[in-house]
């Protein structure tokens, strides 16, 4: 069984700085493309960065800039770093995974979701 435990959300004034942390753990042969999701109250959710296993990163538009996507590949583990933080950067932050298990002879590429962490930008 696999589980990602986010942390780091919290209530930050504009302008300041957030770090989450997305830890996997659990019967894990390997981690593929790794990334982060927010949704709004009464938006859909929306993709904000993802990182490949090469170091690859993509950026939504409205983040670019701001926030940096990194992986630490040896403790399982993605991070965003989110600076110059606005008021519509309010969301919940979902990280997403895509990791590979099973037994040997038929290792399958899995997608898990965080349990999410609320972020809070005050105006």
């Known amino acids: 069984q696999v589980q990602l435990v986010e942390s780091g959300g919290g209530l930050v004034q504009a302008g300041g700085s957030l770090r989450l942390s997305c830890a996997a753990s659990?019967?894990?042969?390997?981690?593929?493309?790794q990334g982060w999701y927010r949704q709004a109250p009464g938006k859909q959710r929306e993709l904000v960065a993802t990182?490949?296993?090469?170091?690859?990163?993509k950026y939504a538009d409205s983040v670019k800039g701001r926030f940096t996507i990194s992986r630490d590949n040896a403790e399982n583990t993605v991070y965003l770093q989110m600076n110059s933080l606005k008021p519509e950067d309010t969301a919940v932050y979902y990280c997403?995974?895509?990791?590979?298990?099973?037994?040997?002879?038929?290792?399958?590429?899995?997608?898990?979701w965080g349990q999410g962490t609320q972020v809070t930008v005050s105006s």
């Open positions: 990182v490949s296993t090469g170091g690859t990163t």
């Open positions: 659990g019967r894990i042969r390997g981690l593929d493309v």
């Open positions: 997403n995974e895509e990791i590979l298990v099973g037994p040997v002879e038929r290792v399958l590429r899995r997608e898990y």
